[in-house]
């Protein structure tokens, strides 16, 4: 987390381009823009550009004036493309020559971001051959055709690929902005920003988009109690034996209406939810790692390594370090 009060925000530049979703143009506003560091000073400074400067009207019938054109790319860390409904780059993967040359030169310096069908931008500038991405799954079919040296996964929330990162649609946007805030300054700062915009701090980007609402049955039945009592037993044992045995069914049953309600297996959302009260003991504690690691539910250190490395990519330590070491700057993005 930033403890530099000399470190500048990080550079947000969000480009709205014709037939805009507009509330996805919001989005890095409303969740970058607000974050902030312990002291209270913004730790992004976002600003939205047209190509030209000019006003762009949105998919939903309004018109956009933002105060910038493209030049702003050229000085921001982060570049964030929204969605758009229709347009060249998705039916036949083509945009302005000005458009390709302004994302080729912004990827030389910055992260480049997309939201929902805004991959088919950063795919048609050339940004996304040979990486994995994500986009809507209603485009995927489409996307396939006009981008086949794409890595496509049309089922997650959101892909990260480093430099790179897609998501799908409105809603996995938010999920992916709140992950890059994680990524940048720690759990603890995304959970701020998710709280005041009264939504969910955390989806992992793997989870399916797919994800069944079954109505409730008249009964109750459902995994939400069990979910609920897990999570305040994260650090014992438990056995997919004993969730189904809470929740009053059969482990088959449990299984398939836990994956319907949840879009995971029981045994990855455990997972995930042990990972993300380890990364917040590291960041928010000096509990010893030994300890963290059996208050999470990994038993011992080395558990705990192997799964916050397949999460983030780093160890216990390097992570503590990174989030609570007073050399973290605010416009850092190393992967995690």
């Known amino acids: 987390m930033c403890k530099n009060p000399a470190m500048p925000a990080h550079e947000v530049a969000v480009l709205a381009l014709p037939d805009v979703v507009g509330l996805e143009l919001g989005l890095p506003h409303r969740l970058l823009g607000i974050a902030e560091d312990e002291a209270g000073r913004p730790l992004y400074r976002?600003?939205?550009?047209?190509?030209?400067?000019?006003?762009?009207?949105?998919?939903?019938?309004?018109?956009?004036?933002?105060?910038?054109?493209?030049?702003?790319?050229?000085?921001?860390?982060?570049?964030?493309?929204?969605?758009?409904?229709?347009?060249?780059?998705?039916?036949?993967?083509?945009?302005?020559?000005?458009?390709r040359a302004a994302l080729q030169d912004a990827a030389g310096h910055a992260r480049l971001v997309s939201l929902c069908t805004g991959a088919s931008v950063l795919a048609a500038a050339g940004l996304l051959d040979g990486r994995p991405a994500a986009t809507h799954w209603r485009d995927a079919d489409q996307f396939r055709r006009v981008f086949p040296a794409v890595h496509l996964d049309p089922e997650v929330l959101f892909v990260d690929d480093g430099d790179v990162l897609?998501?799908?649609?409105?809603?996995?946007?938010?999920?992916?902005?709140?992950?890059?805030?994680?990524?940048?300054?720690?759990?603890?700062?995304?959970?701020?920003?998710?709280?005041?915009?009264?939504?969910?701090?955390w989806r992992d980007g793997g989870q399916s988009q797919f994800i069944e609402r079954p109505m409730p049955d008249p009964d109750?039945?459902?995994?939400?109690?069990?979910?609920?009592?897990a999570l305040t037993r994260l650090g014992e044992p438990l056995t997919l034996a004993e969730l189904a045995g809470h929740a009053r069914m059969s482990v088959r049953t449990?299984?398939?209406?836990?994956?319907?309600?949840?879009?995971?297996?029981?045994?990855?959302?455990?997972?995930?939810?042990?990972?993300?009260?380890?990364?917040?003991?590291?960041?928010?504690?000096?509990?010893?790692?030994?300890?963290?690691?059996?208050?999470?539910?990994?038993?011992?250190?080395?558990?705990?390594?192997?799964?916050?490395?397949?999460?983030?990519?780093?160890?216990?330590?390097?992570?503590r370090r990174t989030f609570r070491g007073s050399a973290t700057s605010a416009g850092a993005h190393t992967p995690m």
């Not at 956009?64 to 993967?93: F, K, R, W, Y």
């Not at 109750?220 to 009592?229: E, L, M, N, Q, V």
């Open 46 to 99: 976002v600003r939205t550009a047209t190509l030209d400067g000019r006003p762009v009207r949105t998919s939903d019938g309004f018109w956009v004036q933002p105060e910038h054109d493209a030049s702003i790319l050229e000085d921001a860390g982060t570049v964030v493309v929204p969605g758009m409904e229709g347009g060249p780059a998705l039916s036949e993967g083509r945009i302005p020559a000005e458009l």
């Open 166 to 201: 897609t998501s799908a649609g409105v809603a996995a946007g938010i999920d992916l902005l709140l992950h890059l805030v994680r990524r940048d300054h720690g759990s603890e700062v995304a959970t701020r920003v998710a709280r005041r915009n009264v939504v969910s701090p």
């Open 220 to 229: 109750g039945a459902g995994t939400a109690d069990t979910r609920a009592w």
């Open 254 to 319: 449990f299984t398939r209406r836990f994956r319907q309600e949840t879009g995971v297996s029981p045994q990855r959302w455990l997972t995930q939810h042990r990972v993300a009260l380890a990364r917040h003991l590291l960041e928010s504690t000096d509990t010893p790692v030994e300890r963290v690691a059996g208050e999470a539910g990994f038993g011992t250190t080395a558990s705990l390594r192997q799964h916050l490395h397949v999460a983030i990519g780093v160890a216990p330590l390097a992570y």
